[in-house]
């Protein structure tokens, strides 16, 4: 018996006369009609994703000039999807400083939003939002990865209850290549489509796809990546920036994907820290010195002059150790992200290496675990 198979686009095409091409999936406008959708737009740095939330917005005003027939497909109850809102954090206003204040930036432009955006706190002030705004239909919330664990039970309740639609042009992954935090592995959870993008990766010798975000700092023209224990949110501008305090963002592939002191961190700092909580703190608050002071003597500098002898880039791996603030980041990241340092300690450490409070207090308190530092005052 003969055997039919499904024809492909290639047997179609050649069976026209047509030469063999390679037919691609439509470009199409947004779909507004299917209610209660939680659309993930995920990628690195520089991969469009707040760019395609602007080619929502536009597809949005082209929609709402079609007739009421239009709207009875795109509307579930008084909330009418077409209608968009721009969310942005509130810790994010650093970044567009040169936009109108009602702008969705972006790094090939922005498009005004006009009433229709709000910056917020958590996801409190984003139920208030929701209140003020009944016929509102889509949100873009962007960087939605900055926002506490809440707010994904507040989206899902919203789109299966209102019809609401959800569109997060967000970082799944942060600069280490790990799930950014709770929030964005909820995201995941919830979430009923996914929309990745790439980029090119922007080392100067490649044309790779680029699925990671880069971090590092420019210190005296040179390249130095983030080490792995870099503060995970660092508030700063899209703008290139020098020195210690801001670092920078690039689009990398695996290759030109530089991330030293992983193996230092879990080696090394933390079972320091582990020690310190039993009651020997000696060993972290040496190397906390050693990393403020001389930087040489550390485990850190042993280790990725071992690990990284030899490599071709060995000289960018060891420019990680160029920028300032290196032992507060260790101790930032022992207390506010392992827990494995407990307040008082921070503060101890603090006021008896004379490290920066103020860079450290900043830091911090973007990251959510305010503190003040003076404390050390009173021992």
Request: with cysteine; hydrophobic share 35%.
């Amino acid at each position: 018996m003969a055997s039919f198979d499904q024809p492909s686009n290639e047997d179609f095409l050649k069976s026209l006369g047509f030469p063999t091409l390679e037919v691609h999936q439509t470009f199409s406008h947004f779909d507004f009609t299917r209610p209660g959708r939680r659309v993930l737009l995920i990628g690195p740095m520089g991969s469009g994703k707040t760019e395609f939330a602007a080619k929502v917005w536009r597809d949005a005003n082209i929609a709402k000039k079609k007739s009421n027939l239009v709207k009875a497909n795109t509307s579930t109850g008084e909330v009418d999807r077409r209608n968009v809102f721009f969310i942005r954090s509130q810790i994010d206003g650093a970044r567009f400083t040169d936009y109108p204040e009602d702008a969705m930036a972006y790094r090939s432009g922005y498009i005004q939003c006009g009433s229709n955006i709000a910056r917020i706190r958590d996801s409190f002030d984003f139920e208030k939002v929701l209140e003020d705004n009944p016929t509102v239909g889509t949100y873009i919330i962007d960087e939605a990865s900055f926002f506490d664990e809440r707010l994904a039970y507040v989206v899902r309740n919203a789109s299966l209850q209102k019809g609401i639609m959800f569109i997060f042009p967000t970082l799944i992954l942060n600069f280490r290549r790990d799930i950014f935090n709770s929030t964005a592995r909820l995201m995941l959870e919830i979430a009923t489509d996914v929309i990745p993008l790439t980029a090119y990766c922007e080392h100067d010798d490649c044309l790779r796809d680029a699925f990671y975000t880069y971090r590092y700092y420019s210190v005296d023209g040179l390249e130095c990546p983030a080490l792995y224990f870099d503060p995970l949110i660092v508030v700063g501008g899209d703008s290139t920036k020098t020195g210690s305090e801001n670092p920078n963002y690039a689009s990398r592939c695996d290759e030109h994907h530089f991330l030293p002191g992983k193996e230092y961190t879990f080696f090394s700092l933390k079972p320091m820290a582990e020690d310190a909580n039993k009651g020997n703190i000696k060993a972290l608050r040496t190397e906390i010195d050693n990393l403020k002071y001389h930087m040489k003597r550390s485990q850190l500098y042993k280790n990725l002059a071992a690990r990284y002898k030899g490599d071709p880039n060995e000289e960018v791996y060891m420019n990680s150790l160029r920028p300032d603030y290196i032992a507060e980041k260790a101790l930032m990241y022992l207390f506010n992200e392992q827990n494995l340092v407990s307040e008082d300690m921070l503060v101890r450490i603090v006021n008896e290496l004379d490290l920066n409070r103020e860079y450290m207090e900043r830091v911090l308190t973007d990251n959510r675990r305010p503190v003040s530092l003076d404390q050390g005052l009173l021992f």
